[in-house]
Every structure is written in structure tokens, then in C-alpha cells.
């Protein structure tokens, strides 16, 4: 049975979008908060989805792809991405116009190459785990060649249904219509992408799941409920996120 009377077009676009929302109950319906046709961009994201990634039920790029045309949203599955395997990926990467989003101290902040960009750009995202982002970025000697850059943002999470590390790190989802929103010099973007994610969170509070506080959060008001980590590199972590320290 399908959620309501849009879908047999919506269910049409999701799967040509390679989408793979399913169909909701009708009073938890995705579709009236999705855009009727997808959002006019120059900027082409690649997603590069860790494989752990692709099985969650609620993940956000399904939501994200949904809102965006289908060239303009290529989502790549794996952990491990080579010249000889991924040809197109390599090129995109040696492309001067790719900019890959991951935060560190080689990262230059995203507004400030927008205001220098004229051409339109390729940005790669990475969506994960913060381990599994950094296993990523790390391992792959492709995602070493675009112009690295960050989001400079003090903006909290409105996925509040799964745990963040910190109070300001964002889904996959929110990266993107915030990175959108920059780079298309655009704010109605982030609105458009943001309101499935709202009505998705909105729609599991109703249904009883629980609202999710950040690690961050949790630890610094002692409400850290899980055992404290043996390993001393994660229990270093753990006490810069009670000291508010950049991690």
C-alpha cells in the first residue's frame, strides 16, 4: 500500500534516483515535506558512503539524494576507493574544482573559497562515523588531492534521534544543504533539504523514540550512562569533549 495519494510519482523519482526511501504509513509520510521537483544546483556532491552506512534505517542521504537531480547527487559505497577501480572519482578528485568537506587544520573555511569560486564546483562528502570518516579520508590517496575545506558553523544538530559526538556536529544531510547554501549562494537551499529531516525526527519523537544529547553533552553533565572506554586514545577524547576542547 502506498503512503498517499503523491506516491506513485514520488516512489517514480525515488527510484530514479537510486533512493531507497521505502513507503512510509501514511501518517509518517515523507513525501509532502519533499520538494515537487528536485532543487536547481550548479554544485555536484559526491557522497561517499562507508558501507555500515548503507544499512541503518534512518539514514539521512536517501533524504538528501531525494531533494537534489540525480547528477547532481552520486552516492559511492565503500571504504576503500582506488585510481583503477573508481576511474571517475579519480578525475572528479584531480578536477581543481573539486573541494572535499573535512574539518582539520589543513581545511580552509567553505565561505571563504565560495567568495573565489565563480565556476561551478564538485564537493565530495563523506558519511559516516566519525572513525569511519577518518578511516576514509585517510586511507584513500584520491581524497588527498581536492582543496580541503569546513564548515565554520556554531548551528546544533536538528537530527536529534541519533547520538553526535559533539553539539555542533551534523548529519551527512545537514552538511550538505549547509554546504549548498554556500556554495549556490542560496539560503531557501538549507530550508528545502532540512524540512524531511525535521519531519523525519518529528514523526520518530511522536512514535516514541527518545530525543539523543551529544556525547558532548552527556559527559559534561554527567549523564553518561555507558562505560568509560579502556583504550586511552578514546578516554583522551572522551576528556577533551568534557573540556570543550576542538577534537
Given at each position: 500500500m502506498l503512503c498517499c495519494v503523491n506516491c506513485t510519482t514520488m516512489?517514480?523519482?525515488?527510484?530514479?534516483?537510486?533512493?531507497?526511501?521505502?513507503c512510509r504509513p501514511q501518517k509518517v509520510c515523507l513525501c509532502p515535506f519533499l520538494p515537487i521537483h528536485p532543487l536547481k544546483v550548479s554544485t555536484c556532491l559526491y557522497i561517499i558512503q562507508h558501507p555500515a552506512e548503507e544499512n541503518r534505517v534512518l539514514r539521512t542521504v536517501p533524504l538528501l539524494a531525494a531533494c537534489l537531480p540525480p547528477d547532481k547527487c552520486k552516492i559511492l559505497v565503500g571504504r576503500r576507493f582506488?585510481?583503477?577501480r573508481y576511474p571517475e572519482l579519480a578525475t572528479v578528485c584531480r578536477n581543481p574544482n573539486t573541494?572535499?568537506?573535512?574539518p582539520g587544520a589543513e581545511a580552509t573555511n567553505l565561505e571563504e573559497v565560495a567568495v573565489m569560486s565563480s565556476s561551478p564546483s564538485v564537493m565530495i562528502i563523506i558519511d559516516g562515523t566519525w572513525s569511519q570518516a577518518k578511516d576514509i579520508f585517510y586511507k584513500n590517496s584520491l581524497f588527498r588531492l581536492p582543496k580541503q575545506v569546513q564548515l565554520k558553523t556554531n548551528i546544533s544538530s536538528q537530527y536529534v534521534i541519533r547520538t553526535q559526538p559533539t553539539n555542533t556536529c551534523l548529519s551527512t544531510l545537514e552538511c550538505a544543504a549547509v554546504a549548498l547554501t554556500i556554495m549556490e549562494k542560496?539560503?531557501?537551499?538549507?530550508?528545502?533539504i532540512l524540512r524531511p529531516l525535521q519531519a523525519l525526527c518529528s514523526f520518530q519523537l511522536q512514535h516514541g523514540a527518545q530525543i539523543h544529547h551529544s556525547k558532548e553533552h552527556l559527559l559534561r553533565n554527567g549523564l553518561y550512562d555507558k562505560p568509560m572506554p579502556k583504550n586511552k586514545r578514546?578516554?583522551?577524547?572522551?576528556?577533551?569533549?568534557v573540556n570543550n576542547v576542538k577534537i
Amino acid at each position: 500500500m502506498l503512503c498517499c495519494v503523491n506516491c506513485t510519482t514520488m516512489r517514480k523519482v525515488l527510484w530514479e534516483l537510486s533512493c531507497q526511501i521505502q513507503c512510509r504509513p501514511q501518517k509518517v509520510c515523507l513525501c509532502p515535506f519533499l520538494p515537487i521537483h528536485p532543487l536547481k544546483v550548479s554544485t555536484c556532491l559526491y557522497i561517499i558512503q562507508h558501507p555500515a552506512e548503507e544499512n541503518r534505517v534512518l539514514r539521512t542521504v536517501p533524504l538528501l539524494a531525494a531533494c537534489l537531480p540525480p547528477d547532481k547527487c552520486k552516492i559511492l559505497v565503500g571504504r576503500r576507493f582506488s585510481e583503477d577501480r573508481y576511474p571517475e572519482l579519480a578525475t572528479v578528485c584531480r578536477n581543481p574544482n573539486t573541494l572535499i568537506l573535512y574539518p582539520g587544520a589543513e581545511a580552509t573555511n567553505l565561505e571563504e573559497v565560495a567568495v573565489m569560486s565563480s565556476s561551478p564546483s564538485v564537493m565530495i562528502i563523506i558519511d559516516g562515523t566519525w572513525s569511519q570518516a577518518k578511516d576514509i579520508f585517510y586511507k584513500n590517496s584520491l581524497f588527498r588531492l581536492p582543496k580541503q575545506v569546513q564548515l565554520k558553523t556554531n548551528i546544533s544538530s536538528q537530527y536529534v534521534i541519533r547520538t553526535q559526538p559533539t553539539n555542533t556536529c551534523l548529519s551527512t544531510l545537514e552538511c550538505a544543504a549547509v554546504a549548498l547554501t554556500i556554495m549556490e549562494k542560496n539560503k531557501s537551499i538549507q530550508e528545502t533539504i532540512l524540512r524531511p529531516l525535521q519531519a523525519l525526527c518529528s514523526f520518530q519523537l511522536q512514535h516514541g523514540a527518545q530525543i539523543h544529547h551529544s556525547k558532548e553533552h552527556l559527559l559534561r553533565n554527567g549523564l553518561y550512562d555507558k562505560p568509560m572506554p579502556k583504550n586511552k586514545r578514546k578516554l583522551r577524547r572522551m576528556e577533551l569533549l568534557v573540556n570543550n576542547v576542538k577534537i
